[in-house]
């Protein structure tokens, strides 16, 4: 049965909810939704050029991962929302062109994990890049990409928490934000936005992935000579998963079921144990990081040398050209 008790909006102090999602520039919609997307991919590529260029590497490794990456991330935060939320696309409930409606939100960080991972594992086979050192470098620009990602959620007043009259409790509005199209419990409707306050589920998740961040950031640097390569993604992956797990109990939006657990409460301890297992691996089987360095140095000394190759072959083709333009017009003045 849902939890519903009633909390009156009698509190002193509480988290106001933005009145606008979006703006518009002629006949275009924003929305700031999608801002916070775009902010995220920018923050993660931003903080992983700048950690990957401390192990050797170059921002060209970083944007060809990122081609390849991005994009799989996207599709897999979607296929994996359609697939663990289907009343909203399948059924007598839903409906298949929601699937394209990407502006009511719907973009799972699981699917979104799962397809990056693909898509940078896929080009860092093809570049010979050590995909776990790369992992390394990305976890804590993750962490902080996932928070600033949170944000959408309080501007589209969407996957809050259970009914509370504590004093950061979440005021909702009358705006049109993608969160009133969302249902509650099991497709139940969700309580009166007017008389009723919150948990700020999207306040904890950017307090949970700021300081997992600065953990991650702190031991890091401090045992970097200790822990394999792969190690600080493995810790990301038990942080995110534990702090996800928790969150996910006091969330009401309607979620499909395994066993009565939300299946992102699944997913999560999935999460965490995938980083368990990959960390003692690792521990005990895995590649030292100045290894891993080592192997990525000698991968940016080709890339650098092809680079150099290529604007040598470059600079020939452009005297070719050159030479042969002065050859035409000496031929046309001798004529």
């Not at 093809?126 to 804590?140: C, T």
């Not at 000579?225 to 792969?230: H, P, Q, S, Y």
């Not at 969330?251 to 368990?276: E, H």
Request: aromatic share 12%; net charge positive; hydrophobic share 45%.
């Amino acid at each position: 049965m849902p939890f519903t008790p009633s909390a009156a909006l009698t509190t002193l102090a509480y988290i106001p909810s933005p009145t606008v999602s979006y703006f518009k520039i002629g006949p275009f919609t924003i929305r700031f939704y999608a801002l916070t997307m775009m902010c995220s991919i920018w923050f993660a590529v931003w903080i992983l050029t700048h950690r990957w260029r401390k192990l050797g590497g170059t921002f060209e490794q970083v944007t060809d991962i990122a081609v390849a990456a991005v994009p799989l991330g996207l599709i897999g935060a979607r296929i994996y929302n359609c697939l663990t939320v289907p009343f909203d696309y399948f059924g007598p409930t839903g409906s298949l062109i929601n699937i394209l409606k990407i502006w009511r939100g719907g973009m799972a960080i699981f699917g979104a994990l799962l397809g990056g991972f693909l898509g940078a594992a896929i080009m860092c086979h093809h570049r010979k890049i050590p995909v776990l050192l790369l992992g390394d470098a990305a976890a804590p620009g993750l962490l902080i990409a996932q928070s600033f990602g949170r944000l959408g959620n309080w501007i589209n007043q969407e996957l809050y928490g259970l009914p509370t009259t504590w004093p950061w409790g979440l005021k909702l509005n009358s705006a049109n934000a993608i969160g009133k199209y969302e249902t509650c419990y099991e497709n139940s409707p969700c309580p009166d936005p007017q008389t009723t306050l919150f948990q700020p589920t999207f306040l904890y998740s950017i307090i949970w992935c700021l300081l997992g961040a600065a953990l991650i950031v702190h031991f890091g640097n401090k045992y970097a000579n200790r822990l394999k390569g792969g190690q600080i993604f493995a810790a990301y992956l038990i942080w995110y998963g534990v702090g996800r797990a928790a969150i996910e109990q006091i969330r009401i939006n309607s979620s499909a079921y395994f066993l009565g657990v939300r299946i992102n409460t699944w997913i999560a301890g999935v999460t965490v144990l995938v980083g368990i297992v990959l960390y003692a691996v690792l521990q005990r089987s895995g590649l030292s990081r100045a290894s891993l360095q080592r192997k990525l140095a000698l991968v940016t000394q080709r890339d650098r040398q092809q680079c150099l190759k290529e604007k040598k072959n470059d600079e020939e083709r452009r005297v070719r050209r050159q030479v042969k333009k002065q050859e035409k017009k000496q031929g046309r003045a001798g004529q």
